[in-house]
């Protein structure tokens, strides 16, 4: 992927972005009432798509997985100016706690047919 699809991204992150904690866990999202640009970014990246209509104006979420956090923080940081100091924390968290618990269940299910 070009280095300024990441920007565009790191751009997004920054601006209409979230990098913190939701439900006692660490989330990296990206928020808009535009789908079309978010299904974009979906499809290069991976991630899932949320809708929000309790406003005025139905917006969209992009949440990223642990696997697909892991894969994006690195290729953002050198773009990310706000939330750079977050996206870094983040990764390390990930890389020092990537045990089963922040794997995905795709992942957890596919270690369990190995181990059968």
Do not use: C, W
């Amino acid at each position: 992927m070009e280095e300024t699809f990441y920007a565009y991204v790191a751009g997004m992150i920054d601006a209409d972005g979230h990098i913190g904690t939701g439900r006692n866990r660490y989330k990296v999202t990206i928020a808009n009432n535009y789908l079309p640009m978010l299904e974009h970014i979906q499809f290069h990246v991976g991630g899932h798509i949320s809708e929000d209509d309790r406003g005025r104006i139905k917006t969209y979420q992009l949440n990223f997985r642990v696997h697909e956090q892991i894969e994006l923080l690195p290729r953002i940081i050198p773009y990310l100016i706000v939330k750079k100091q977050k996206a870094i924390e983040r990764l390390k968290y990930l890389k020092a706690n990537n045990d089963y618990r922040y794997r995905t269940m795709r992942d957890n299910k596919a270690q369990l047919r190995l181990e059968l």
